[in-house]
């Protein structure tokens, strides 16, 4: 189900931030947890929001999952994010836990990606179908093989966030967990949203 364009709220540009302090107080949140965080709890931590994210799903009609509903904005989320449907945000997941574990294996390997990091190149697609549950799932699997593939996460080498400034491997493992958690509550405000009708 696409939304009617007429009725699309107007939100902030992809990429546009978040507010300077919360942006900085997530940043401290991240790297606290990081140095804090073993790889091993790191791991739990990212494939408990998967069954919960995909347990969410299963308990709603697939027809409802692609329609977009406006939510009031999480800390951590950007404005453009609050107009998404279920199924956009399991796809902006699928996206940024590829491109994480890219970097994770990039700096694994000793080599800093050559790239900048984008928050407007992750968005998901307005389009998305159900099939991206499964793509997702199958994604989220790749992730946690190429982490488990890699010997040490805390690199010698950084990787800027766009947001965060440069972390190590085993920062940005811990991150994708952090960031599935942002978006499995905000996938709640979306359910709540869809039961009011």
Not at 78 to 98: A, G, Q
Not at 149 to 160: D, M
Request: positive net charge; glycine residues 6%; hydrophobic residues 45%.
């Amino acid at each position: 189900m696409n939304p009617n364009p007429t009725s699309i709220p107007r939100l902030a540009p992809p990429g546009a931030g978040l507010p300077t302090i919360e942006r900085l107080v997530a940043q401290a949140m991240i790297r606290w947890k990081a140095a804090r965080t073993s790889r091993e709890q790191a791991a739990i931590a990212f494939e408990a929001e998967r069954v919960a994210i995909l347990r969410l799903l299963d308990g709603q009609d697939p027809g409802a999952q692609a329609q977009p509903v406006l939510i009031k904005r999480l800390p951590g989320l950007e404005d453009s994010s609050r107009y998404w449907s279920l199924l956009m945000v399991v796809d902006h997941l699928r996206i940024v836990n590829r491109e994480i574990a890219q970097v994770i294996a990039d700096l694994g390997r000793g080599h800093r990606p050559d790239r900048e990091a984008s928050i407007a190149a992750v968005k998901p697609s307005p389009q998305v179908t159900h099939a991206v549950v499964a793509a997702f799932d199958h994604g989220c699997r790749a992730f946690a093989a190429t982490v488990a593939s890699v010997a040490e996460l805390k690199t010698a080498l950084a990787f800027p966030h766009p947001w965060f400034g440069p972390m190590d491997a085993a920062a940005w493992h811990v991150m994708a967990g952090f960031h599935m958690h942002l978006h499995h509550r905000q996938m709640k405000r979306i359910v709540r949203g869809l039961a009011k009708g």
